[in-house]
């Protein structure tokens, strides 16, 4: 409003002059009377009043609604010290941004940036460095390993190797939990694993279907690889930001999965004899059904049929259906 004050016509600083040298000559007055004694309306007086209040030379007066004079060198040095303080609130804000600044660059953005750093992803394809891996993820678990593994099992070694592996978890307070396919509890040589790793103190899970092999460690590691008799490519993921996909992905593969029971796993025995349903199912997969359509034939789930061809397995003490197949069809079964 000021500054339209002091540019509102030709003639607002000569009739702000005029009212200012009216105070200055009779003292303190109300705004209208200084006004009226120099033969100017209110209306003619209020830019001029605006000018003086705007250059800081009024100031109220002693009696209602009067005005005094300021002295033009107070006005010049009250000017001068607001524009200090201006200058003062303007640094004050300054720094304050820079020190925002400097924490942003050097506080969080740090902190975003090794969060970042700390994601890692390796695809690993040598044998000798897929053995050192294994290696570096056994030492560096502290608290649990939880793995998955859709089979077949590895070669007997393998499976020597990795259940000393586990029973020094176990022996370090380290939690070790292991999902495998209903299949794998089929064979003798798979059942008597999941019986050794059970016994040893794995808590063990079966499932239907297991997607990939899979290892975790203490949520900050995963590995995804094959346990062959051969190295085959693997995918080593570190830093919790990435892990935790695979972390909920294997918990809700824990959940689906039914807790492993030698004393179930042997309920078939195998001298004992097949029944019809158990004959039709290995009939049905020897015609090479799938599961799903061996699960609609029965009328079951695929957890059933899962279960029959396994206790078939077992009868016929075959590593595999394909194995089944053949000593079904030399015994006259199919």
Known sequence: MANSARHGGPDTADIALALYQTLRTNGPAPAVK???????????????????????????GPGPEEVDPVEPENALMELLARQREALRAQSDELSSVVNAAESLLDRYRPAVLRETAEIEVELVTNRNRGRQMILDFDAAVTKSVSSMHPGPLPPAETLAASLESDQGFLAR?????????????????????????????????????????LLIA????????????????????????????????????????????????NSFE????????????????????????????????????SRLVSEVMRYLQAESRFQAGVLAANRGLI
């Not at 200084?34 to 109220?60: C, K, V």
């Not at 008597?192 to 997607?211: F, H, I």
Request: charged fraction near 25%; hydrophobic fraction near 40%; aromatic fraction near 6%.
């Open 34 to 60: 200084a006004a009226a004694s120099i033969g100017l309306t209110d209306a003619e007086a209020e830019a001029g009043w605006a000018e003086l209040r705007y250059l800081g030379l009024l100031r109220p």
């Open 173 to 213: 307070g380290v939690r070790v939990r292991a999902i495998y396919g209903q299949s794998i509890n089929s064979a003798p040589r798979q059942r008597k694993y999941l019986a050794d790793l059970s016994a040893t103190g794995v808590e063990v899970r079966l499932t239907e279907q297991v997607p990939f092999d």
């Open 218 to 265: 203490d949520s900050h590691t995963a590995l995804v690889l094959h346990l062959n008799d051969e190295w085959g490519p693997a995918v080593i993921a570190r830093g919790p930001a990435l892990v935790q996909s695979y972390v909920a992905m294997y918990e809700d593969c824990w959940l689906r999965s039914v807790p492993y029971s030698a004393k179930s796993s």
């Open 270 to 305: 195998a001298d004992g004899d097949l029944t019809e349903q158990h004959r039709t199912a290995l009939r049905l997969l020897a015609n090479g059904l799938t599961d799903e359509r061996i699960a609609r034939k029965l009328g079951v789930s695929l957890r059933t049929v």
